[in-house]
């Protein structure tokens, strides 16, 4: 197999983000008088905010609500942190000639912000984020709008996800998708066609 183009997923995949993500959520549905239980943590990891409340809070909140909710926590533009080894990867990447995409939930303001803090906002050729899709993950639609802008066959493209709910959408889509262990574990992840705990396990067959 050879693989031409890289999309990363951004939250659990190039930062850390997943456990902040759900702190601030679960603090904005405090302020309503809602509990956001510990146990939903996994649940929620890879699908867009607005998709997670309507699934599991759906019965109590509007849909304005939940407009608002969603609106309040884009806000929260934290500079998280990178995933370990990930710049290295991206660099490793690039000296190898792949090219690289990005395909999140998550808004552009975020992310642009994000990967400008960590000096890697130039080395993606394309990227998909919240703003231009409807249906979050599992849904495809994501890494269809993706393989699109790669301009590349589905079967040239590989992609490094974190969640099951992003796995299933990888997959849906056709494309080979490699799960890291930064929030999920294997057993969870074994939808995926490589399951690794680290970059460093993914460079050693990449190329």
């Known amino acids: 197999m050879k693989i031409n183009t890289i999309i990363f ?7 850390d983000s ?9 603090n ?6 809602l ?11 890879g699908k867009k905010t607005k998709y997670f409340l309507i699934n599991k809070f ?3 909140l509007t849909n304005k609500q939940i407009e608002k909710i969603v609106a309040e926590r884009n806000k929260y533009a934290h500079n998280y942190k990178p995933i370990p080894g990930v710049k290295s990867f991206i660099d490793y990447l690039k000296k190898n000639k792949f090219k690289l995409g990005l395909a999140t939930g998550s808004r552009k303001n975020v992310v642009n912000k994000n990967i400008n803090n960590l000096g890697i906002k130039n080395k993606f050729s394309f990227k998909v984020t919240g703003e231009e899709f409807k249906h ?7 890494y269809k709008k993706a393989i699109r802008k790669s301009k590349d066959p589905a079967n040239k493209i590989a992609v490094i996800e974190d969640s099951v709910a992003g796995v299933k959408s990888a997959k849906r889509a056709g494309l ?5 262990t930064t929030n999920q574990n294997k057993k969870e992840l074994k939808g995926a066609d490589l399951i690794v705990n680290s970059f460093k396990e993914i460079k050693k067959i990449i190329v």
Not at 9 to 14: K, L, N, P, Q
Not at 18 to 26: H, M
Not at 136 to 142: A, L, R
């Open 35 to 45: 509990n956001l239980s510990d146990s939903f943590f996994k649940e929620m990891i």
């Open 176 to 180: 080979y998708c490699i799960a890291i």
């Open 18 to 26: 997943e456990r902040l993500k759900f702190k601030d959520l679960k």
């Open 9 to 15: 997923d951004f939250d659990g995949v190039i930062v």
């Open 58 to 60: 759906g019965d109590k």
């Open 28 to 33: 904005l549905l405090k302020k309503r008088g």
């Open 136 to 142: 979050s993950k599992p849904s495809p639609e994501v």
